[in-house]
């Protein structure tokens, strides 16, 4: 059974940082990309926030995020992270992690496994 459980997720100010982490078990597909995505509150759809492929070789940021935020991974320990920086208001959303076949990341089509989300904050 795949699960993907995500933590470190809270309340921070602007310009704060924040590092939330997404334990992957039970992946038998290979090999497998990672994704984060994210709900804003009142926003119906979530969006796909940064990915990174199984081997390292290639990483996505939406450009909102670019120069702020980065995503890495360790294999040996099944962890995918994304370290937060400068976070402004419009970041606050609930947080997702994703698993999705493949080599490449397409995070416009549809992820093979989801976690259940940590709730991300940016306050005054």
């Known amino acids: 059974q795949v699960q993907l459980v995500e933590s470190g997720g809270g309340q921070v100010q602007v310009g704060g940082s924040l590092r939330l982490s997404c334990a992957a078990s039970g992946i038998t597909y290979s090999p497998y990309n990672i994704a984060w995505f994210r709900q804003a509150p009142g926003k119906e759809e979530r969006e796909g926030v940064s990915c990174i492929t199984t081997n390292d070789v290639a990483t996505y940021y939406q450009d909102s995020v670019k120069g702020r935020f980065a995503i890495s991974r360790d294999n040996a320990k099944n962890m995918v992270y994304l370290q937060m920086n400068s976070l402004k208001y419009e970041d606050t959303a609930v947080y997702y992690c994703?698993?999705?076949?493949?080599?490449?990341?397409?995070?416009?089509?549809?992820?093979?496994?989801w976690g259940k989300g940590t709730q991300v904050t940016v306050s005054s």
């Open positions: 994703a698993a999705q076949y493949g080599h490449s990341c397409r995070l416009g089509d549809a992820m093979d496994n």
